[in-house]
């Protein structure tokens, strides 16, 4: 009989990836990253246990949305005061929030815990091609789409 194997905090090996988002769908982009700073993509994926890697993600502002979600798309906060709600159309965050706007796609597809706390942590993204994790060595990931 085979005995599940569970990953402890300590035996878990991380590695660095970069990706470059230019042309690339920004859903399709999201996921792809969320499954490797979840650490789904490693057989030792254990759900309690934060055995992912850390990403990073260049080239942001080239990053494009399919259809019609460029104007009819929006984000929202609100302060929690009345009238404190803030719209921002897809195409506003784009230009002016590229980072933000990444990092929300992303950040809502990990969980919404302390353990996903840890994980968003793990991500950075940046405007331009330079980065400055030259020292972690990154491998390139190349994500379809």
């Known amino acids: 009989m085979r005995q599940t194997t569970m990953t ?5 090996v991380r590695q660095w ?8 769908t920004l859903g399709r982009l999201a996921s792809e990253v969320a499954t490797v ?11 309690n246990v934060d055995g992912g890697d850390y990403v990073i993600v260049i080239n942001a502002d080239k990053i494009k949305v399919s259809g019609d979600q460029e104007f009819k798309k929006f984000y ?3 302060s929690h005061y ?31 815990t302390s353990l996903g706390d840890v994980q968003r942590k793990h991500l950075f993204v940046y405007k331009g091609e330079n980065h400055p994790h ?9 994500i379809k789409g």
């Open 17 to 24: 990836y970069v990706v470059d988002g230019t042309d690339k």
């Open 8 to 12: 402890k905090p300590a035996d878990v």
């Open 76 to 78: 929202y906060n609100h």
């Open 37 to 47: 700073l979840r650490g789904k993509h490693k057989p030792t994926y254990t759900p």
């Open 82 to 112: 009345p009238g404190g709600m803030r719209t921002r159309s897809t195409r506003v965050m784009r230009e002016a929030y590229t980072v933000e706007w990444v990092e929300r796609a992303i950040h809502g597809m990990l969980p919404h």
């Open 134 to 142: 030259a020292a972690q060595q990154p491998v390139e990931m190349v």
